[in-house]
């Protein structure tokens, strides 16, 4: 049962990012291109927040790109809110490094660790195959001072959370 209610979580999630509309002034103060590259960026960003806002985790933003993308969404606040609404039920708050409110769980954690729960995130929205371009968005775009996570480093948190999945299986099969 609550199985099927994360999954229709994320699936919910999922339709609503692919489904919503992001006019020009999303990507108003975001001057990269190729436009549609930051797009899906965006889109997987908003996936991934699903399950972290669940969990009640606050997850890392990997890429300099999609986080302007993502600021200039936030600025069209009705479409922004209708959203949320939409993918998650409620409404979805950002927390800049060092302006979260007191008691934001993990907020204050490390942005390292914070990226290491998008990668978790990405693991657990992300349909068999798809890859993920957040991890390397802005070195593919020329972002100076780019953001972004080494593809060995998501290999070997993908590999952890495998690890655990497979163990708490295991015992939940003992039990």
């Known amino acids: 049962m609550v199985r099927r209610r994360h999954a229709d979580l994320i699936d ?3 339709r609503a990012a692919a489904g919503v509309e992001l006019p020009p002034a999303v990507f108003k103060t975001c001057p990269w291109e190729p436009r ?12 991934c927040c699903a399950p972290a806002l669940r969990d009640g985790q606050v997850i890392g933003m990997p890429s300099r790109a999609v986080d302007e993308a993502w600021h200039g969404f ?16 409620r409404f979805l708050h950002h927390h800049p490094e060092g302006a979260a409110l007191a008691g934001a769980v993990g907020a204050g954690d490390p942005v390292e660790d914070q990226v290491g729960r998008t990668v978790l995130a990405w693991s657990l ?8 371009v957040l991890w390397d968005l802005d ?3 020329g972002v100076e001072d780019p ?18 999945i497979d163990r708490s299986r295991r015992q939940s099969h003992i039990a």
């Open 125 to 132: 929205v992300a349909a068999p195959g798809e890859r993920c």
């Open 74 to 89: 936030i600025l069209c606040t009705a479409r922004y809110s209708a959203f949320c609404d939409e993918a998650y039920g």
């Open 36 to 47: 549609e590259l930051i797009d899906i960026g965006l889109r997987q960003w908003l996936r």
């Open 147 to 164: 953001w972004g996570i080494e593809h060995d480093r998501v290999a070997a948190i993908e590999m952890s959370a495998r690890k655990l």
């Open 12 to 14: 919910r999630a999922h």
């Open 139 to 141: 070195h593919v775009l």
